[in-house]
């Protein structure tokens, strides 16, 4: 029986002001301990979120993190072992606002994923197919490669430690959801790929959906055999909405 886990992405959100009202909001949330809840703020408030936070369940995530994961010379990134020492213990990678706008390749996610586990703290990869991609029928072949990038490299067994997303970049930001059967038939093709490896595994990894989750639409979603939760983007900044989505994930 796999856990469900929401988690929100807050993106390139918030003020001091903003982030600490949302952490008041979360703190009155009232959220089944069945249910694992996370939240990913900008680099820049993971320290305030982190001591806000303290005590609570929810973990604390971040959206990225560099290449290599030791400190060292590389300007503006940050490693994933300063992110632990930060009291994160997630990183997004391979988010597609990345892979897109800032032409992040399965190379560099890979090597981010490995980084992000040789520090401890657990991955989530991000994958998803463009507009374009699903008009083409190529959905399953590129969420495939996506996934095998990090397989081929790393092994099928890195995933005992991480999470996945399902998020079709159509669906991100943009008030259109995959439909729970559309989303279904795409985490079960993962399922299956991980379990062309290794069966026991592929039963275990959490898959989540993310793409305009809103709390109107995820018990829907999370009902489905292979959707274990949410990354939820928009939505995860306002914290009863948030919450409602958290609360659909232990219904
Ligand atoms: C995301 O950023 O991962 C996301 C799913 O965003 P939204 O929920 O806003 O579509």
Redesign the pocket.
Known sequence: MRRPMV?G?W?MHGTRASVAELINGLAQQQISADVDVAVFPSTLHVLQVVSGLAGSDFAVGAQDCAIDPQQGALTGEVAASQLHDAHCSLV?VG???RRSVLGETDQVVTRKFAAAQSSGLTPVL?VGETLAQREAGQTLEVVAAQLSAVIDVLGVEVFAQAVI?Y?PVW?????L?ASPEQAQDVHAAIRAQLAAKSPELAGQVRILY?????AASAAELFGMPDIDG???????LNADEFGAICRAAGS
């Open positions: 988690a992405n993106k997004l988010h597609s606002e991000c997303a998020e669906a991100i930001g943009t008030g959801t993310g793409g305009s989750v809103k949410g990354l939820v983007g928009g939505a995860s």
